[in-house]
């Protein structure tokens, strides 16, 4: 069973940056596709970026392209997402996620880590 631990959070003025991680552990990380997902309150937790288990294919949700990069290192059983130019509205609680092949949907998804909340205001 694989067991997913985000870091990286925090409060973060408009136009700073922050990098998430997520450490994985419990099974073989580089075959799995991995996913940050965000959800604000109120709202439905969305995917915001994912990449391939062997980093050839990556998608970014339309908000955030130009400013955020997924990244992982398969040595080190750990995905990234680089976030730049952050703006109020990426206020959300941020997730890592784990799917068997790369997937857009959440359902697709079958590991979670806890959250980190990133908070971009002045």
């Known amino acids: 069973q694989v067991q997913l631990v985000e870091s990286g959070g925090g409060l973060v003025q408009p136009g700073g940056s922050l990098r998430l991680s997520c450490a994985a552990s419990g099974r073989t990380f580089s075959s799995d596709a991995m996913g940050w997902f965000r959800q604000a309150p109120g709202k439905e937790r969305i995917l915001v970026a994912t990449i391939s288990g062997s980093s050839i294919m990556t998608h970014y949700t339309d908000s955030v392209k130009g400013r955020f990069t997924i990244s992982r290192d398969n040595a080190k059983n750990t995905v990234y997402l680089q976030m730049n130019s952050l703006k109020p509205e990426d206020t959300a609680v941020y997730y890592c996620?784990?799917?068997?092949?790369?997937?857009?949907?959440?359902?697709?998804?079958?590991?979670w880590g806890q959250g980190t909340q990133v908070t971009v205001s002045s």
């Open positions: 996620a784990a799917s068997s092949r790369f997937a857009l949907d959440k359902s697709r998804y079958y590991a």
